[in-house]
């Protein structure tokens, strides 16, 4: 029969000690026992319990310390008092402490029964709360940045030192490298955490639409403004702002933006009054930043302003060792959002992943692995759950041919063959691009009967 649950009964007379393990393991509890509050300590301190039923009046160690040790080493663990001596203050005393509920000697067993019941509920209850709010956090409110790659560490490193300042950030990389997810980082982990954190996709408005919800308006700016609007500046009022696509903003609104920085207040639409601002400013951008300051598209006033630090986030196709910890990482969490046991990914089905090129960065990434465990009938991730246009590319590279798959001889002249191509037929380059040296490609080629006229045109 599975354990009800996991019991302490801490009792100095023997006898009665005797009397409760046996009654609460007919129960269909787990129960340990003993008569000495020193022993239970130590059991507390390496061992977890449910509920712990003690007395409160022993010999040295009595059943408040066990009460406080249970306080500090397990939090969930429900806490009953026996005592022979009641008085009502010991029982506030206990209750005031933590304890989960007083009963007097003598007792009546159905009503430890009752009580330990009650208790083991509350403490299944507080274990859900506790398991549900860190799934949470984890996933959404705290924010967790998997790499293992030396050049990401470095960034990682850099936001670790900038985000507890209110400097401003630049964050700049490709489409779903993870900037967004950097900017709640650096909120996150700052003065500012309490505050909100507020994200504008400068290009998801039209210019108009984009100054009023960035600066808000008076009552009657314009037809249709018919109430006083707060803009999102202000609303970042104690938190972070986060400017999305900072390249996506007109000239003339970069302008204004300048000026609210550097000013630190506000003028509503249609307003004659500035108000205060306190927020702190990350833009990011997927385009390359020497590009846009000098085409135009970002103003260079306002990304001095703004680039006080730059955080320069690498594509994931420059980072291929951050592609397995990222998957087991995803695995988990929608595993657990959508309440499914897929615990692994096949050996295969990783070095696939590993040979992709994910122009979609990270969040193809994501969604590749969301994909592998909603479809999932089993425990694994396996190549079947993995995108057509992954698997093709990979069988593409062992393609059998009538029946067999290449010998690894065939296999490295096309190679080679193709690295060749690749560089132009110049052998000097085709090295260095196979990681060889010069002499060693050419008795490659010697011995491969490779060293003619034929090299530039053969594909695998
Ligand atoms: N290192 C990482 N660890 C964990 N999750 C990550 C990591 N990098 C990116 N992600 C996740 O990948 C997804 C895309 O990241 P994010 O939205 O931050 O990218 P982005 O650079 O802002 O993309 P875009 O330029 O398209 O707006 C998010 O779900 C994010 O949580
Ligand atoms: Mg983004």
Redesign the pocket.
């Given at each position: 029969m599975q354990s009800k649950g996991r019991l302490l009964i801490v009792e100095d007379e023997k006898i009665a000690l005797k009397n409760l393990v046996h009654v609460m393991t007919k129960e269909g509890y787990d129960v340990a026992g003993t008569q000495s509050g020193a022993t239970a300590l130590g059991w507390i301190e390496s061992q977890s319990f449910d509920v712990v039923l003690t007395d409160l009046r022993m010999e040295k160690v009595d059943g408040m310390q066990v009460l406080k040790k249970c306080r500090e080493r397990s939090p969930d663990t429900e806490v009953i008092m026996i005592t022979g001596h009641a008085t009502p203050e010991s029982a506030v005393e206990a209750m005031k402490s933590g304890a989960f509920f007083y009963i007097a000697k003598p007792f009546r067993l159905d009503d430890v029964r009752k009580v330990v019941r009650e208790a083991l509920e509350k403490n299944l209850l507080k274990r859900e709360n506790r398991q549900l709010r860190e799934q949470i956090e984890g996933y959404e409110g705290k924010v967790?940045?998997?790499?293992q790659d030396p050049a990401m560490l470095k960034v990682l490193e850099m936001a670790r030192q900038v985000a507890p300042t209110d400097c401003n950030v630049l964050i700049t990389?490709e489409?779903?490298?993870?900037?967004?997810?950097?900017a709640r980082y650096l909120h996150y982990n700052s003065g500012r955490a309490d505050g909100p954190f507020v994200a504008v996709n400068c290009g998801a408005f039209g210019e108009e639409l984009l100054s009023n919800e960035l600066f808000g308006h008076e009552k009657g700016a314009f037809t249709g403004a018919l109430t006083l609007k707060k803009g999102l500046i202000e609303s970042a009022q104690g938190g972070t702002l986060f400017l999305?696509e900072i390249t996506e903003m007109s000239p003339a609104m970069q302008v204004k933006l300048l000026r609210v920085i550097q000013e630190r207040e506000v003028l509503h639409l249609g307003g004659t009054a500035p108000v205060k601002t306190d927020a702190r400013y990350i833009a990011?951008t997927?385009r390359d930043i020497e590009t846009v300051t000098r085409d135009g598209s970002l103003r260079q006033d306002l990304f001095f302003r703004l680039n006080v630090v730059n955080l320069h986030?690498p594509p994931l196709c420059e980072r291929k060792g951050?592609v397995a910890p990222?998957s087991y990482?995803f695995l988990k969490k929608f595993s657990v959002l959508m309440k499914k046991e897929v615990n692994d990914i096949s050996p295969e089905a990783i070095s696939v992943l590993e040979n992709h090129d994910f122009p979609g960065n990270?969040?193809e990434l994501?969604n590749i692995i969301e994909r592998g465990v909603a479809i999932n009938t089993g425990q694994t991730i396996e190549l079947a759950h993995l995108p057509e246009k992954l698997r093709e590319a990979s069988a593409q590279m062992f393609r059998k041919k009538e029946g067999r798959v290449p010998s690894l001889e065939a296999q490295e002249k096309a190679y080679i063959r193709w690295v060749l191509n690749e560089a132009g037929g110049n052998q000097t380059v085709a090295a260095q691009m196979l990681g060889i040296n010069r002499v060693s490609l050419w008795r490659k080629l010697k011995s491969y009967e490779m060293d003619d006229g034929t090299l530039l045109d053969g594909t695998p």
């Open positions: 967790k940045i998997i790499t990389g489409s779903g490298t993870g900037k967004e997810l950097f999305d990011a997927n986030i951050d990222l990482y990270v969040r994501e």
